[in-house]
């Protein structure tokens, strides 16, 4: 993919929490500029080769997208993944959301999030 600017990579899941097993998969978050609408995008993930990295790629606006509807991979990623990269991208998207999980008096689960309020809701994410 021609013209990307990358702004940051996020490594999460099971390695950046130090509790990978033999065969876990590398989790990386790949926020860059320039990227192809998610159609193409999609079609390059699908045709890449087999490898233990699994990577996500999104644009700045689509990670801001995701950080303000508690997206739950996303909501664990910026929490307890580990920065390789950052332009302040990635950085600026973590203050937004403890900033919020903090206002909204969020409570962590065992696999997710706890949201009080008038449309009680729960977010969910598992490894």
């Given at each position: 993919m021609k013209g990307?600017?990358?702004?940051?990579?996020l490594l999460f899941g099971?390695?950046?929490?130090?509790?990978?097993?033999?065969?876990?998969?590398?989790?990386m978050l790949v926020i860059a500029s320039g990227l192809p609408d998610i159609k193409e995008r999609y079609?390059?993930?699908?045709?890449?080769?087999p490898s233990r990295i699994e990577d996500i790629w999104m644009t700045p606006d689509e990670l801001i997208e995701?950080?303000?509807?508690?997206?739950?991979?996303?909501?664990?990623?910026?929490?307890?993944?580990?920065?390789?990269?950052?332009d302040g991208t990635i950085n600026d998207a973590r203050s937004r959301l403890v900033d919020?999980?903090?206002?909204?008096?969020?409570?962590?689960l065992k696999?997710?999030?706890?949201?009080?309020?008038?449309?009680?809701?729960a977010i969910m994410s598992f490894d």
């Open positions: 990307l600017d990358v702004r940051g990579i099971s390695v950046a929490r130090n509790d990978a097993k033999e065969h876990s998969d590398v989790d079609g390059f993930i699908t045709i890449k080769k995701m950080v303000d509807a508690k997206t739950g991979f996303v909501v664990d990623a910026l929490l307890e993944g580990k920065i390789l990269l950052d919020s999980l903090k206002r909204l008096n969020a409570k962590k696999h997710g999030w706890f949201i009080p309020g008038d449309n009680l809701r």
